[in-house]
T-cell receptor, first 113, second 112 residues
Framework: SAVISQKPSRDICQRGTSLTIQCQVD?????MFWYRQQPGQSLTLIAT?????????ESGFVIDKFPISRPNLTFSTLTVSNMSPEDSSIYLC??????????FGPGTRLTVT | DQQVKQNSPSLSVQEGRISILNCDYTNSMFDYFLWYKKYPAEGPTFLIS?????DKNEDGRFTVFLNKSAKHLSLHIVPSQPGDSAVYFC???????????FGAGTRLFVKA
């Protein structure tokens, strides 16, 4: 298994500002994922972050809006840039083990006013 | 295009009875299926999984059934307990792929 922590756990931000979310894993992992869960909806994959390479973004998500860093095998950040109320969501960091099981952090609840 | 569907947004069950949560998928390439439980203000936690080479996997009170021909899986919880009240997500992935696709979730209420 993997233990994942995220900071901040929640934040209220003003429109037009940016927020960086940190994700720390207790073991080295190759792939880290960033998800978004909007109210009443499923988990939507934003991007996959591999150490040492550019993140791979899913359709509908772009690097300018959601820049990601992956400086080592235990840490990643996701920035939500130029925020609007539509970005209000829970943002989740996740890792996948070799067995195919996927583990999630506790999430960051973002409210944009 | 929803590749993983959970058509019941909510389910209410009496304590001690069986809870059955259903999930359908459309992509025949999926060969690994998972169930996650999510409490408010927490991230999803892995519950149980099943490979497509099996049709049943059991772990304590939780059993997952897979019907490949119908592209359907279900999670059975017996007996249900009030602490099982949570949102349950069905998820699927394909060998060689790294993306896991999630359903919309089913909120389970277990009444004492």
């Amino acid at each position: 298994s993997a233990v994942i922590s995220q900071k901040p756990s929640r934040d209220i931000c003003q429109r037009g500002t940016s927020l960086t979310i940190q994700c720390q894993v207790d073991s080295q992992v190759t792939m880290m994922f960033w998800y978004r869960q909007q109210p009443g909806q499923s988990l939507t994959l934003i991007a996959t972050a591999n150490q040492g390479s550019e993140a791979t973004y899913e359709s509908g998500f772009v690097i300018d809006k959601f820049p990601i860093s992956r400086p080592n095998l235990t840490f990643s950040t996701l920035t939500v840039s130029n925020m609007s109320p539509e970005d209000s969501s829970i943002y989740l960091c996740s890792v996948k083990t070799g067995a195919g099981e996927q583990y999630f952090g506790p999430g960051t609840r973002l409210t944009v006013t | 295009d929803q590749q993983v569907k959970q058509n019941s947004p909510s389910l209410s069950v009496q304590e001690g009875r069986i809870s059955i949560l259903n999930c359908d998928y459309t992509n025949s390439m999926f060969d690994y299926f998972l169930w996650y439980k999510k409490y408010p203000a927490e991230g999803p936690t892995f519950l149980i999984s099943i490979s497509s080479i099996k049709d049943k996997n059991e772990d304590g009170r939780f059993t997952v059934f897979l019907n490949k021909s119908a592209k359907h899986l279900s999670l059975h919880i017996v007996p249900s307990q009030p602490g099982d009240s949570a949102v349950y997500f069905c998820a699927a992935s394909a060998t060689g792929g790294f993306k896991t696709i999630f359903g919309a979730g089913t909120r389970l209420f277990v009444k004492a």
